[in-house]
């Protein structure tokens, strides 16, 4: 059984936007962090967006055009994406963790992200 679910990738022209959706469907998840990564054709996977415990924190290539977000008694993180570019072409993850000095133990399956020029 899936435990962390995406949804809301897509096909979208330079410019546009989509909103990524990250639920967690067991109430074990409520203390975790749940953080966003990106994986694109031949890289490696990157850190996208995600809650310091205070705030949203963001890679640099992201700054000021995505946006996060949580729903706590939902147990939902969102991850709000404007001014998509070619170069965000990926497939987005969630990942969840119990705190910050511990491993991403747990991985949903992604959701792909493809932005047209």
Excluded: H
């Excluded at 096909?11 to 109430?27: E, F, I, M, P």
């Excluded at 939902?74 to 990942?95: F, G, R, S």
């Amino acid at each position: 059984q899936e435990q962390l679910v995406e949804s809301g990738g897509g096909l979208v022209q330079a410019g546009g936007s989509l909103r990524l959706s990250c639920a967690a469907t067991k109430r074990t998840f409520t203390n975790y962090a749940m953080d966003w990564f990106r994986q694109a054709p031949g890289k490696e996977r990157e850190f996208v967006a995600g809650w310091s415990g205070t705030s949203a924190y963001y890679a640099d290539s992201v700054k000021g055009r995505f946006t996060f977000s949580r729903d706590i008694a939902k147990l939902t993180t969102y991850l709000q994406m404007n001014n998509l570019q070619p170069e965000d072409t990926a497939v987005y993850y969630c990942a969840a963790r119990l705190g910050g000095s511990m491993p991403w133990g747990y991985w949903g399956r992604g959701t792909q992200v493809s932005v047209s020029s």
